[in-house]
């Protein structure tokens, strides 16, 4: 395997793979989790694999595994997901779906994507190169107001109002093209920093988050979940930082056990709506040895739930 992927065994074990099973791996990244997934398969079973990124899509190991009959990849967001299962005849017969959510290392790593703040770089940002508005297009013309929320919300960055205010008084003069412009200018208005953190972090997490549309993404692929997943199907869910694990915590919460309408009485055993998910264990984390090896982890939270 080219790299660790975050909590590989954890993954296959909680997917509780059947050798003749459906599976989908929502983020294939660079194929981590998809090549554990079929070396468990039997000769019946079959992966599906997503991913935004043509990178991901092009890289040499997904061509080596796209010659594996039971492996199918396919270049989409993954809020695509039952359109391209509808297509295929597979709603409501999907034994496991996995998302390790995020940016892969090679997206962080390669400065042409403008994800790190560490690295010179054209201002992008996108995971998907090919749609959308790069970070730069998007800073050029954003509205004060709206940059403070996004930096507020997605980045819970407390400077939010002197960083968005420097990027517009800048943008007035020169517009903000690069990775390090950006960078340093934050490093210019942040009056205090946090401890092991720099201070763009929050910023390029939160411009990340817009640009793909992050929480959007897994609020559509977590609800679409429960109608492409087969009796007994698990959902597990890798999270890196907060907001999504939210998102992920309050779906399976929300989706499991009965519900009903409070707001009519009396309730009437025909009112209530048994959940659609049953949550499985409790919120797992990497375990030290990986936390050794891939400081990558220490962030990562694992949920799982199982079709009811
Ligand atoms: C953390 S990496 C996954 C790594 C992978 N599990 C592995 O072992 O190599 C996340 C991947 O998901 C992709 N991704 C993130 N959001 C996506 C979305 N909404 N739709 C499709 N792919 C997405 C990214 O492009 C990236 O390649």
Known sequence: MDHLPVMYIEAL???AIKKDGIYLDCTFGRGGHSQGILALLGPYGQLIAFDRDRDAINSELAQRFVKDNRFKLIHSCFSQLEVQLESLGLIGKID???MDLGVSSPQ????VRG??????GPLDMRMDETTGLSAEQWLANVDEKDLVKVLFDYGEEKFARRIAKAIVDRRLDNPITTTKQLSSLIEDVVPVREKNKHPATRTFQALRIEINKELEELKQV???STRVLSPDGRLVAI???SLEDRIVKRFIRDESGAK???????VKEVDITKGVLRKVGKALKAGE??????PRARSAVMRVAEKV
Do not use: A
């Not at 009903?260 to 009396?266: S, W």
């Not at 040895?289 to 891939?294: G, H």
């Open 13 to 15: 074990q909680q997917l």
């Open 96 to 98: 496991g779906i996995l």
């Open 108 to 111: 962080l790593d390669n400065p």
């Open 115 to 120: 994800f790190s703040f560490l690295r010179e």
């Open 222 to 224: 977590l609800e679409q």
């Open 239 to 241: 999270s890196f930082h």
């Open 260 to 266: 009903y309408d409070p707001g009519k009485f009396p």
């Open 289 to 294: 040895l990986e936390l050794k090896q891939n």
